[in-house]
């Protein structure tokens, strides 16, 4: 019996018939081959038509702003994909190069006779998908493995703020928050199948090697559960009190396992859901679903996702008429990337993303908001503020990312506030503001150089 996938969560991107050759799954969002529905449907294909399946991954000499940091963290993350494959009797293969032409080419090699990839709304990986579909001449289908309710499903257009997407989703879910069906074999492959030399493959990079991998912290599927099952043990039902608190240390912390798709998203929410219901566990559940797959929304309907065109018209202009305020401070981009202004609380902030490669999500946004306080424009300032996130976070080059840096500087998904010097009616923070909320001290402590 075949483990049909919604036919909702696939999206045929052109016109061409199947060919009578192997399916090719080109993973690049989701990388793992664990609750994955875009691998599962890549599958049900095989074995529909008999025909072999192969998964290939393109590995790209550069992306945004990653580092070695995130690379490796990648890297570590598809070995243990690799292995996983091999368990299934399915072979993973790695090819650095420009990801069109190696799917191409690899398509041409085996005689394709479709393609299957996962969805991703930025612009790089439309441009790759775009530029493939005019030199193919085979089926490719596009699957939304990284979404609960494909973004597709959820709304034609940008949506205006959670109060908007987050009917629409509560409606799906029942239909999409379905179990992932138990792994079905497919019929033997004799495939020469070689493991991945990580270190190999790196060391052909051109990579900026200063930001360096994340200490402590276990990429791949294995790591990802673990932290899940630990977060769903010791931090789920206290979630809501941690989300304010930066000391409390119980935010999940699984954005860069669910950023490289080493986890599934749908999974960590089956398991949620699973948990008694407590303010905690619904708190969080709104982040993974509603936040996540809003800020999914924007990216796939606004393509000035990291500029602030994207901002709604009432940002512009209030960041427009506070534009030559003056500024206390304004810091280069060099000196708030060594965390050295003179707010320690803010320093520290940036101390624990270039130390952990994450931040906690409450001094994300102070931190972003003070970057536009000190920089000379807020064009400056947006420019800074998804550097610095991209170079140090794991989970950098996000959709999340993209949209939480709009959302501090721009007033996206948020409504305007008092007005004020440089923020205009944008939302403000304070130093004073998170004083009131923790222990600001102990934060610094925690993350002091
Ligand atoms: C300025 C700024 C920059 C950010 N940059 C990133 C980024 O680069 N990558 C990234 O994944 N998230 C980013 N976020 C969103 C959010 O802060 C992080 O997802 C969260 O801090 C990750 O930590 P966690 O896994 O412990 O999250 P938890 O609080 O445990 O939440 C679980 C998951 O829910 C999702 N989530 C939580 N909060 C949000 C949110 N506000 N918007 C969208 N999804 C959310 C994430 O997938 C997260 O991993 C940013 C937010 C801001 C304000």
């Given at each position: 019996m075949m483990a049909a996938v919604h036919p909702d969560r696939i999206r045929r991107l052109n016109q061409a018939v199947q060919g009578a050759g192997p399916v090719v799954y080109w993973m690049s969002r989701d990388q793992r081959v664990d609750d994955n529905w875009a691998l599962i449907h890549a599958a049900d294909m095989a074995r529909q038509a008999r025909v072999p399946l192969h998964i290939l991954f393109c590995l790209t000499g550069s992306f945004g702003e990653a580092c070695i940091r995130q690379y490796?963290?990648?890297?570590?993350?598809?070995?243990?994909?690799?292995?996983?494959?091999?368990?299934?009797?399915?072979?993973?293969?790695?090819?650095?190069?420009?990801?069109?032409?190696?799917?191409?080419?690899?398509?041409?090699?085996?005689?394709?006779?479709?393609?299957v990839t996962d969805f991703d709304p930025l612009r790089i990986?439309?441009?790759?998908?775009?530029?493939?579909?005019q030199h193919l001449d085979i089926p490719v289908h596009e699957v939304d493995a990284h979404n609960i309710v494909p973004v597709w499903r959820v709304s034609d257009k940008q949506e205006y703020a959670a109060r908007t997407i987050r009917p629409r989703i509560q409606r799906l879910l029942a239909e999409f928050l379905e179990p992932f069906p138990v792994w079905e074999a497919l019929p033997e492959q004799d495939i020469p199948c070689v493991e991945p030399d990580g270190e190999d493959l790196m060391a052909g990079l051109e990579v900026d090697r200063t930001v360096l991998p994340v200490?402590?912290?276990?990429?791949?599927?294995?790591?990802?559960?673990?932290?899940?099952?630990?977060?769903?043990?010791?931090?789920?039902?206290?979630?809501?009190?941690?989300?304010?608190?930066?000391?409390?240390?119980?935010?999940?912390?699984?954005?860069?396992?669910?950023?490289?798709?080493q986890i599934a998203a749908q999974r960590v929410v089956l398991e949620a859901v699973a948990s008694p219901r407590t303010q905690g566990q619904q708190a969080f559940l709104e982040?993974?679903?509603?936040?996540?797959?809003?800020?999914?929304?924007?990216?796939?309907?606004?393509?000035?996702?990291?500029?602030?065109?994207?901002?709604?018209?009432?940002?512009?202009?209030?960041?427009?008429?506070?534009?030559?305020?003056?500024?206390?401070?304004?810091?280069?981009?060099?000196?708030?990337?060594?965390?050295?202004?003179?707010?320690?609380?803010?320093?520290a902030a940036q101390q624990e993303m270039r130390r952990t490669g994450i931040m906690h999500g409450y001094m994300r946004m102070y931190w972003a908001k003070k970057i536009l306080e000190w920089s000379k424009t807020p064009e400056?300032?947006?420019?800074?503020?998804?550097?610095?996130?991209?170079?140090?976070?794991?989970?950098?080059?996000?959709?999340?990312?993209?949209?939480?840096?709009?959302?501090?500087?721009?007033?996206?998904?948020?409504?305007?506030?008092?007005?004020r010097p440089v923020f205009g009616t944008v939302r403000f923070m304070s130093a004073d503001g998170c004083k009131r909320k923790f222990d600001v001290h102990e934060y610094i402590g925690n993350n002091s150089p």
């Open positions: 490796d963290f990648m890297m570590q993350g598809l070995v243990e994909t690799w292995a996983r494959a091999r368990e299934r009797g399915l072979c993973l293969r790695i090819r650095p190069g420009h990801p069109p032409d190696v799917v191409r080419s690899f398509a041409r090699a085996c005689n394709a006779g479709l393609v990986k439309q441009e790759w998908k775009r530029e493939l579909l200490a402590g912290i276990t990429p791949g599927y294995t790591g990802g559960m673990d932290r899940m099952h630990a977060f769903m043990a010791h931090g789920l039902d206290r979630y809501d009190r941690a989300s304010r608190d930066p000391n409390a240390n119980g935010l999940s912390r699984l954005s860069p396992w669910l950023h490289f798709g982040q993974i679903i509603i936040r996540r797959e809003l800020a999914d929304n924007y990216c796939l309907h606004n393509p000035h996702y990291d500029s602030l065109e994207g901002i709604p018209a009432w940002g512009r202009a209030t960041l427009d008429k506070h534009r030559h305020d003056v500024r206390e401070y304004v810091y280069s981009t060099d000196a708030l990337e060594k965390a050295a202004t003179h707010d320690s609380l803010w320093n400056d300032a947006l420019a800074t503020a998804i550097r610095l996130n991209d170079r140090y976070g794991l989970d950098g080059r996000d959709p999340n990312g993209y949209v939480g840096v709009l959302w501090s500087m721009g007033g996206l998904h948020d409504r305007p506030w008092k007005e």
